[in-house]
């Protein structure tokens, strides 16, 4: 069973970035669609990252194009999130997800595991 873990959140201020981690154990990276994904108190779940695992296809929508950078390193097994250029409408809970493949824009059409969630508050 798959087991995800976020780590890297905490305060910055606007402008600063940050790097998100997360650890995948009980299977292999390759086998599964990534992502990110953030909650704001009273707001929806967005996706803010995917990459499909049948050709590598990267989706970021338009609020975080330019600034926010998926990657993930199969040897150790790891997901990030690179953000620069952090605004405060960046603050959220961000999620970690692990999927056979997401719809368009990230949208969950299968099950998926989530990991518990890392804080990202950006503010002075």
């Known amino acids: 069973q798959v087991q995800l873990v976020e780590s890297g959140g905490g305060l910055v201020q606007p402008g600063g970035s940050l790097r998100l981690s997360c650890a995948v154990s009980?299977?292999?990276?390759?086998?599964?669609?990534l992502g990110w994904f953030r909650q704001a108190p009273g707001k929806e779940r967005e996706g803010v990252s995917c990459?499909?695992?049948?050709?590598?296809?990267?989706y970021y929508p338009d609020s975080v194009k330019g600034r926010f950078t998926i990657s993930r390193d199969n040897a150790k097994n790891t997901l990030y999130l690179q953000m620069n250029s952090l605004k405060p409408e960046d603050t959220a809970v961000y999620f970690c997800?692990?999927?056979?493949?997401?719809?368009?824009?990230?949208?969950?059409?299968?099950?998926?595991?989530w990991g518990q969630g890392t804080q990202v508050t950006v503010g002075s």
């Open positions: 997800a692990a999927t056979p493949r997401f719809g368009t824009m990230c949208s969950i059409i299968f099950r998926t595991t």
């Open positions: 009980g299977a292999t990276l390759d086998y599964y669609a």
């Open positions: 990459i499909s695992t049948s050709d590598g296809t990267i």
